[in-house]
T-cell receptor, first 115, second 114 residues
Framework: ETGVTQTPRHLVMGMTNKKSLKCEQH?????MYWYKQSAKKPLELMFV???????ENNSVPSRFSPECPNSSHLFLHLHTLQPEDSALYLC??????????????FGPGTRLTVT | AQSVAQPEDQVNVAEGNPLTVKCTYS??????LFWYVQYPNRGLQFLLK??????LVKGSYGFEAEFNKSQTSFHLKKPSALVSDSALYFC????????????FGAGTILRVKS
């Protein structure tokens, strides 16, 4: 276990549904991330939060809405998704105040299927 | 812009033989380099990193990597492969001034056969 948990592990949703992904880190880290992992594509950074403040939005469509109520929890709210949004969504956390020399610790991911 | 190339989609090696997974990078300034491993249905696990200092970095599970500035490479190596090393390996790069962001390579599948 890496100290980062994600729920649910699997999610199937229709294009008109609204759902949320949850991530929790037990490592005392200051930064949290959402990534999208699709087959045969590099990992795509979606959002970065430092001390609960969003510091990066990598041109993500508005149908993905992140929320970071505190440094230990991160949510990804989903609505009106498209089939091409089907992917593994990974949460990660790291130490540091914006420094990029710290390794990231990943959760097991949520396998999302949009029907 | 930062980028990482992993030129091999897949590497096959026999158990007990040495393994190398290749990575080259492009970054402005001094790079921070990372290797991660992903087993099926799992998230990525950190293996090792190079920030500064000794060019040979040792990490988890007997893996090591050598930073070569002139060749802009950071190849992952292990002297004797195990079947349990079979997984998907990612190289990633960042640098100071790039915030918390990592840029990942496309990944290399390592298959170790007994």
């Amino acid at each position: 276990e890496t100290g980062v948990t994600q729920t649910p592990r699997h999610l199937v949703m229709g294009m008109t549904n609204k759902k949320s992904l949850k991530c929790e880190q037990h490592l005392g880290h200051n930064a949290m991330y959402w990534y999208k992992q699709s087959a045969k594509k590099p990992l795509e950074l979606m959002f970065v939060y430092n001390f609960k403040e969003q510091t990066e939005n990598n041109s993500v469509p508005s149908r993905f809405s992140p929320e970071c109520p505190n440094s230990s929890h991160l949510f990804l709210h989903l609505h009106t998704l498209q089939p091409e949004d089907s992917a593994l969504y990974l949460c990660a956390s790291s130490q540091g105040e914006g420094g990029s020399s710290y390794e990231q610790y990943f959760g097991p991911g949520t396998r999302l299927t949009v029907t | 812009a930062q980028s990482v190339a992993q030129p091999e989609d897949q590497v096959n090696v026999a158990e007990g033989n040495p393994l190398t997974v290749k990575c080259t990078y492009s970054v402005s300034g001094n790079p921070y380099l990372f290797w991660y491993v992903q087993y099926p249905n799992r998230g990525l696990q950190f293996l090792l990193k190079y920030i500064t200092g000794d060019n040979l970095v040792k990490g988890s599970y007997g893996f090591e990597a050598e930073f070569n500035k002139s060749q802009t490479s950071f190849h992952l190596k292990k002297p004797s492969a195990l079947v349990s090393d079979s997984a998907l390996y990612f190289c990633a790069v960042s640098h100071s001034g790039y915030g918390n962001k990592l840029v990942f390579g496309a990944g290399t599948i390592l298959r170790v056969k007994s």
